[in-house]
Structure formats: C-alpha cells, structure tokens
C-alpha cells in the first residue's frame, strides 16, 4: 500500500549510534506501530500511539524512543544502538474510532545492521 | 493480554492440496482476527479478516473459520499454487489495548510444484 512509506529501507551504522527510523501515512489513520522482526520471534510491537501525541510501550519497549507530534508521521529513535537491535523493522498504521479492531496496514520495512 | 499460538510453524505440501493453519487465542474478548501472507523480503500484506459475530469467510481459493466457544481460528487455503508459498500470521485483537493487534509465531508454507 503506498499510502505507507518507510525510510530508509537500508541502515548499517555502528554500537552506540543514534539512529532515527521513518513512518509516513497518507491516510490519517489514528494508530500506528512499530515492529521488529526477527528470525524465530515473529512480530514483536515496539511502540505504538493512538493519536497524535499519545504513545505506548509494547511488547518490546526498551532502548528505543518514539514520537508523534504529527499525525502522519511517527519516527523510531534508537538513542544508543547495540547489536541486538539488529532487525528488520515495520511501522504499520490502522483506523481508529472503531469499537472493534482493524486491519493493519504495512510500511515495506527497514533492514537496520548494526555493527 | 492477549496471547496467540499458530500451529504448525512449517507447512509443506504438494501444489493442488489443500493447506490448513490454525490459531489459538486466550482472550474471550477478542473480536477482530486478520490473517497476513508475507513473501521473501516483502511487508506483510492482508489476505483476509474475520469479525468474531461471523463463523465463516470465503474469498476464491481463502477462507477463515472461527470457534469462538473454543477460541481458535483457522485459514484454509484450496487449490494450493507455488505462489502461495510465503510466511503466514494470524492475529487477535487485545482488547485492553485499543486496535492492538497480538500476532502469532507465522507458519512458514512451502508449496512444491
């Protein structure tokens, strides 16, 4: 879905680097994650924020910052990147207003190696 | 919150047999489940979703059938073609936690011609 952009799609930076992942939406959908994905763990969320300027720790929170000061974009910090943040990662974004769930729609990923 | 197990993690089978991947969820709650195919390389992509007031959903050679009593749903796919092959996620909707959505472990299917 282009509605959807994710950048850079490729990273290799070092241990105890700043780095700054993109999401951009097209949609003015509410929500919008932040995934990793890893060999043998599936999807893990990271973040995710419900609006604009609210945001939530997920399943993996750690050693990462997120904000969401506009709508449409919600950038992924890694403050000091170690090794283990190496991954493939997603942002995804979905309708909000709803009392039941809605489908997810997927940015095309960023592979970040850290070395 | 929520917790979702997909079985099998790895699925083979002959092109022209049907595919069956099943998912359990523990939050009776749930209300929402999508399934998401993901190719080599690429995002993952919604195939088809079902809503916990339907038992059944049908699109072309896809469906998705939910227990709701049990608290597991299953995809299954018909007339398998090589292209099918790809990395497959369900998911349940955690309802202390907005549009969150838990996904499972992904089935990895491989379809030989």
């Known amino acids: 879905d282009a509605g959807i952009t994710q950048s850079p799609r490729y990273k290799i930076t070092e241990t105890g680097r700043q780095v700054t992942l993109m999401c951009h939406q097209t949609?003015?959908?509410?929500?919008m994650f932040w995934y990793r994905q890893d060999l043998g763990h599936g999807l893990r969320l990271i973040y995710y924020?419900?609006?604009?300027?609210?945001?939530d720790k997920g399943e993996v929170p750690d050693g990462y910052v997120v904000s969401r000061s506009k709508t449409e974009n919600f950038p992924l910090t890694l403050e000091s990147a170690t090794r283990s943040q190496t991954s493939v990662y997603f942002c995804?974004?979905?309708?909000?207003?709803?009392?039941?769930?809605?489908?997810?729609?997927f940015g095309d990923g960023t592979r970040l190696s850290i070395l | 919150g929520e917790n979702v197990e997909q079985h099998p993690s790895t699925l083979s089978v002959q092109e022209g047999d049907s595919a069956v991947i099943k998912c359990t969820y523990s939050d009776s709650a749930s209300n929402y489940f999508p399934w998401y195919k993901q190719e080599l390389g690429k995002r993952p992509q919604l195939i088809i979703d079902i809503r916990s007031n339907v038992g059944e959903k049908k699109d072309q050679r896809i469906a998705v059938t939910l227990n709701k009593t049990a608290k597991h749903f299953s995809l299954h796919i018909t007339e398998t073609q090589p292209e099918d092959s790809a990395v497959y996620f369900c998911a349940a909707t955690d309802n202390n936690a907005g549009n969150m959505l838990t996904f499972g472990g992904g089935t990895r299917l491989m379809v030989k011609p």
């Open positions: 924020s419900a609006a604009a300027d609210i945001t």
């Open positions: 995804a974004s979905s309708e909000g207003g709803h009392t039941t769930g809605q489908p997810q729609h």
């Open positions: 949609w003015s959908h509410s929500y």
